[in-house]
């Protein structure tokens, strides 16, 4: 590959030029770096206002073609995957790229031997472990679209996403291992399936030994089905615009949305970005930390590195087991030449010692980047200073999973770095910041609503099952145009910084958490009336959350201790534990406005301490409530 590479603030402009003014001639030079069936009649087809938007129309290709197959002759023996288990006793395993064809091809057997078809939802449950990569890699192969849960969701989380998609068959594993703990995963399946009845099948991972229960008829182990399946496999020929995965992402209100990715512009976007902003070259070693469960592995430690035909590194772990030098030995051990991990993990280690950091040697490493959330200024001075040895440049990506890829962020050696700020839009992303009155904000340092005014090839193309919905939440505010729900600003140069959500969605340690299910699964505990959940400062998540709970009036005293622990309970099974409440205040009442609706911007306000200006409160119905509530603080 090569159409298009950046490798200085030039050219990064002259790309970008020829980038928005002939965006098909400058996508399909890009595309035809790849592997084909049969190349595109058009380029691009769109109507934004109905969120319509079609890439490389009549294309067919494989992805795992691209991914695999095409490195084989010349890296047939390179390695594509490197496991670095939870337990740093347990060995490595490099998994080279025919290796991975043979892995991935097997998998791909098992699966159709199982009755799985072009089309159908493959729903995958499984820990950071290479049958992880290999099944969504498999299910790509014979046109299944999977649908990743992160293995860390509850069994109510993972039961509604099960159906929302009609997955019929499952991928799980008997147990994981994060950190000191092992997650009961088999366990936690058997409980969402009561409430799937169409799911048919369930394949079994061995990963901890854990003694599970497999129920007849439903469960199998996997292993001795790829013992006996061929290792190699035709790959399916795809539409450029057939679906590639599912992934769910919280919105502010009602169910998780299904995000529906597909095959050539998902493939083109992610391989091109990662390219380019990580200046991924054939020896570098690349870790992402993330977990395959969110879209930064799908994106950059699955599709975009071995699209590229990278090394990319799969790490089980956390980064405290067994001690904060973790992520620095698995740097050092492996010589990773690009980190990209999230600022919370930043802060976290950024709180301890620098030993830990200085025990190892991080003299391999040449980019570090960011994802998930803002990075604060003292975590990126640390990032930088004791990681980086101030000689990496740090690239701060903004994106989300309904974009697929990376949208706005330096482009490492090309872009000078400004700490806070995401910099520039990568080439083919347009974006814009809007005001209330819908009215493009031209001046500098002013606060809007991040838009994106055109099609780029990795965007999500609807909400599974939903596609009111999708034009609803992306396309109607600001007509036209992809709405993010993020906030941001520009300087005098064009930089680009990311406030945060402007919406009711909060990131906590990089996870996005959508306040409304929380308050479902609150307000399903009997003794609650009502509940508000708002986002507030912390330390190491970015943005902790905290509830504000009135109680049934029952007449009985309850223990508000007790409560508070049944209530983090009820999150746990209904969501996760990701969603656990850092601090919770029981309130007499709540601020509302007149037709009913909670003012949740006042409750952020009291929550991060800003009582001074809490900003016009005179549509408040019950005024009285907010210093019953400051009070109630204290
Ligand atoms: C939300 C998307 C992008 C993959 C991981 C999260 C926030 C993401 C940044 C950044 C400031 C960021 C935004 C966005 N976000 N990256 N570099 N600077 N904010 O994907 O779960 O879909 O969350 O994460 O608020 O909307 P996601």
Known sequence: MGAYEIKSLEQYFKVYKKSIREPRKFWSKIAEDFVWYKKWDQVLEHHLENAEVKWFVNGKLNITKNCIDRHLAKRGDKTAIIFEP????????????????????????????????????????????????????????????????????????????????????????????????????????????????????????????????????????LQPLLDTALNESVAEVMDAEDPLFILYTSGSTGRPKGMLHTTAGYMIFTAYTFKNVFQYEEKDVYWCTADIGWVTGHSYILYGPLANGATTVMFEGVPSYPDYGRFWEVVDKHKVTQLYTAPTAIRALGKESTDWVTKYDLSSLKVLGSVGEPINEEA?????????????????????????????????????????????????????????????????????????????????????????????????????????????????????????????????????????????????????????????????????????IILKETGETRNRENLTQEINQHISEHIGPIAKLDKLQFVNDLPKTRSGKIMRRILRKIASGDTDNLGDTSTLLNPDVISDIIEGAK
């Not at 293995?151 to 291992?177: P, Q, V």
């Not at 640390?382 to 701060?396: A, E």
């Not at 109607?476 to 406030?499: C, H, M, N, Q, W």
């Open 86 to 221: 939870n337990d740093p006793q347990e060995e490595a395993q490099h998994i080279t790229y025919n290796q991975l064809y043979a892995r991935v091809s097997k998998m791909a057997n098992v699966l159709r031997d199982q009755g799985v078809k072009k089309g159908d939802r493959v729903c995958v449950y499984l820990p950071m472990i290479p049958e992880l990569a290999i099944t969504l890699l498999a299910c790509a192969r014979i046109g299944a679209v999977h649908s990743a849960v992160f293995a860390g969701f509850s069994s109510t989380a993972l039961s509604t996403r099960i159906r929302d998609c009609e997955a019929k068959i499952l991928i799980t594993a008997d147990g994981g291992f994060r950190g000191n703990k092992t997650i009961d995963l088999k366990g936690i399946v058997d409980e969402a399936l009561e409430d799937c009845p169409d799911l048919e099948k369930v394949l079994v991972v061995k990963r901890t030994g854990a003694d599970i229960d497999m129920k007849k008829g439903r469960d199998m182990w």
């Open 380 to 548: 990126w001075h640390w990032y930088n200073s004791h990681v980086g040895d101030k000689k990496c440049p740090i690239v701060d990506t903004w994106w989300q999973t309904e974009t697929g890829g990376i949208m706005i962020s330096p482009i490492a050696f090309a872009t000078p770095t400004k700490p806070t700020y995401a910099t520039l839009p990568l080439p083919g992303v347009q974006p814009v910041l809007m005001d209330e009155k819908r009215n493009e904000i031209e001046k500098n340092q002013v606060v809007g609503n991040l838009c994106i005014r055109f099609p780029w090839p990795g965007m999500a193309r609807t909400i599974w099952g939903d596609h009111r919905r999708y034009k609803e939440t992306y396309f109607s505010a600001f007509p036209g145009k992809y709405f993010s729900g993020d906030g941001a600003l520009r300087d005098e140069v064009g930089y680009y910084r990311i406030t945060g959500r402007v919406d009711d969605v909060v990131i906590v340690s990089g996870h996005n958490l959508g306040t409304a299910p929380i308050e479902d699964a609150i307000n399903e505990h009997p003794a609650v009336a009502e509940s508000a959940i708002v986002g507030f400062p912390h330390e190491v998540k970015g943005n902790a959350l905290l509830g504000y």
